[in-house]
Every structure is written in structure tokens, then in C-alpha cells.
């Protein structure tokens, strides 16, 4: 039996911040112009093995994330979230403090992710998707009722799409292109529109170009 090849270490390019509290698991990158752990709160930020943390992002202390973590250029992490295995943040994406993300989440790029969100497993978020928490902006103490968007198990948000604070989007659903979803969205729904409305089931949906006759299949 072969002897087992030992991880590569960190790379840490030009440039580059890594405070000394920042815990990185073996082969990592960390691009360069990149700041890791020095903003924030005074605590750990803890990454798993196999990161990928491409230039200009910002990662704030008191951050756990998973393993195989990649992350465009120019993402900005703010502090105290939790973020799963196998979790991709596109280009100029903000995600800020408190958010959960789970396991195999994709971010595409210019996406804004506001504190005390949830973005479930196998959640997909499609570019230019903005997520809101504030339903009484105006007020002078509107930081004392925020209320996060909840993105379920494998759903679906499509490029440029707004939903509103506190709106649960259920498993396996799926939000149209541009559309503002002012309500929850029930599990296996397909929504389009401004507000988005229901207009048929997610097991209608057929693959045009016959790859699958079920191209969103229930999750396992």
C-alpha cells in the first residue's frame, strides 16, 4: 500500500493579510491583496482544508467556514457567520454578519447577503440577487427588528431577483429571473414577476434539450 501524500501547506500570495488568530486548513490559497481575520470582532476565523480565496476578499474575524471554500475576487465576508463545506462566493459579493449558509451553496457574483439570513443546503443564488431584512427601513430603530430571508434546501433564485425581509422560500423552488418576492414561496413552487406569483409546480418543469425529463428531481 502506498504511504499517503502529505497535503500541500498554505499559500499566501503578495500583498496579503492572514492575521496570526486566522486558523486555514492544508491546501489552501489565499490570493494576493486579500485580508483574513483583522477586522471585526476579537475572535478566530476558523477555514477549512482545500480553501480557495481569490483576490481583494476581505474575511472578517469570528468566521467558521467549511472545507473547499472558493470565493471570487473582491468578497467581502463581515463577521459571525457560519458557512458550510463546499460553499463558492461569486466576484464583488457582500455577505454580512450573522448569516448561515450551509453545505454546497452557490453565490454568483454582485450578490448582497444581509445579516440573519439562511441559505440552506444545495441553495443556488443566481448574479445580482439581493436579499433584504429591514421591513421598517425608516424607523430609527430599525436594527432592533431585522428579519432575514430563508432560502431552503436546493432552491433556486435567478439573476437580479429582490425578496423582501422575512420571506421563507421552501425547498427545491424556484425564483425567476428579476422577480421581487414579497411572500413565502411553499416547497417545489416556481415563482415569476413583480411581485412574483405561483404559476405552476416545480415537477412540471421539463429539461428543453432532453438531458432529463425531470431537471430539479426531489432532494435526497
Not at 55 to 75: E, K, M, P, Q, W
Not at 202 to 220: M, N, Q, T, V
Request: charged share 20%; hydrophobic share 40%; net charge neutral.
Amino acid at each position: 500500500m502506498s504511504a499517503a501524500v502529505p497535503a500541500a501547506p498554505l499559500a499566501v500570495g503578495g500583498w496579503s493579510i492572514v492575521d496570526e488568530r486566522v486558523q486555514i486548513g492544508p491546501g489552501s490559497t489565499v490570493e494576493e491583496f486579500c485580508v483574513i481575520g483583522r477586522h471585526g470582532p476579537d475572535g478566530a476565523t476558523t477555514i477549512g482544508a482545500g480553501a480557495r480565496i481569490r483576490s481583494h476578499t476581505i474575511v472578517y474575524a469570528g468566521n467558521t467556514v467549511g472545507d473547499r471554500f472558493a470565493t471570487g475576487h473582491s468578497v467581502l465576508v463581515r463577521e459571525n457567520n457560519t458557512i458550510g463545506d463546499d460553499v463558492s462566493i461569486g466576484s464583488l459579493t457582500v455577505v454580512e454578519h450573522h448569516v448561515t449558509i450551509g453545505d454546497r451553496v452557490r453565490v454568483h457574483s454582485h450578490c448582497f447577503i444581509p445579516e440573519y439570513s439562511v441559505l440552506a443546503d444545495g441553495a443556488w443564488i443566481g448574479p445580482r440577487v439581493t436579499l433584504t431584512n429591514a421591513p421598517f427601513p425608516r424607523c430609527p430603530d430599525v436594527s432592533k427588528c431585522m428579519k432575514g430571508v430563508t432560502i431552503g434546501r436546493d432552491a433556486r433564485v435567478g439573476a437580479n431577483a429582490t425578496i423582501l425581509p422575512g420571506v421563507r422560500i421552501g425547498e427545491r423552488a424556484l425564483i425567476g429571473a428579476g422577480a421581487v418576492v414579497t411572500r413565502d414561496v411553499p416547497p417545489g413552487v416556481v415563482v415569476i414577476g413583480q411581485a412574483a406569483r405561483p404559476v405552476k409546480s416545480i415537477d412540471d418543469l421539463r429539461c428543453p434539450a432532453g438531458l432529463d425529463h425531470k431537471p430539479y428531481p426531489p432532494a435526497e
